[in-house]
């Protein structure tokens, strides 16, 4: 079985390093390398899509990206932490927390909110990487749990957020936030997703999504119209 963690490099170097989650953290966005990082990550993010993560390696990741393997090694400690941070770099471009302050309504935050995560979900490169980890699930079986912990505990909280600021309907007082949220999500995105996973033919009709939207929040939320 091939190991998640890959090689490690001796630590004592005097760059910083990325690890998964923290490397689109405020430090690393006033960090004159932070674009480099963002080429990075969308390298290696090209990279796994095309080649899976066990067959890719962190020479390959390096040489695409136009760097040596010695430099990736003074950003990332391992493979593992390379694509715990590729997950979560598109996650992070939506401020949730600017969202929960604005003097939009709740409502209309949930919509953009849902909207951006179905412009995410259903691109091309991520559908790669979820068929990705469904072909490599055996092989590679931590590779489903550094995902799992991005994509659906991580990766749900800003939907979270924004569904603890709407009011539900009656009928769903009982029912934990987070699985309500979980039920949305399923809603909007689960037919498009299947199709996709599984139809290269398969296209998004992007006017259809919203209206599924918009349905979904009608059919879960009540005060739809401030």
């Known amino acids: 079985m091939v190991s998640l963690s890959g090689a490690q490099k001796p630590r ?4 910083p390093r990325h690890h998964g989650l923290n490397v689109a953290s405020a430090e690393l966005a006033n960090d004159p390398s932070a674009e480099r990082i963002a080429h990075l990550l969308a390298v290696a993010k090209t990279t796994f899509g095309e ?15 136009g760097m040596s393997k ?25 401020d949730f927390f600017a969202a929960g302050s604005s003097q939009e309504s709740a409502i209309v935050e ?11 979900v259903l691109m091309p490169d991520e559908i790669a990487l979820h068929r990705l980890l469904i072909a490599e699930r055996k092989q590679s079986p931590a590779l489903a749990a550094i ?4 994509i659906f505990n991580s990766g749900a909280d800003g939907i ?9 309907r009656r009928e769903l007082a009982d029912i934990p936030v987070k699985t309500v949220t979980d039920m949305m999500l399923g809603a909007v ?9 599984v139809d290269d033919g398969y296209s998004v009709n992007r006017r259809a999504l919203h209206k599924r939207i918009d349905a979904t929040i009608a059919t879960f939320c009540e005060d739809v119209d401030r």
């Open 12 to 15: 004592g170097n005097s760059l």
């Open 51 to 65: 080649k899976g993560f066990a067959a890719t390696t962190m020479d390959d990741i390096a040489s695409a990206a």
């Open 70 to 94: 010695k430099t990736l090694y003074k950003l990332f400690d391992s493979k593992s932490d390379l694509f715990r941070a590729m997950l979560t770099k598109n996650l992070q471009r939506f």
């Open 110 to 120: 949930l919509r953009r909110a849902l909207r951006y995560i179905a412009d995410i």
């Open 147 to 150: 995902f799992t912990d991005v």
């Open 160 to 168: 979270v957020s924004c569904v603890k600021r709407v009011r539900l």
């Open 189 to 197: 995105f689960s037919n498009d997703h299947f199709r996709l996973m």
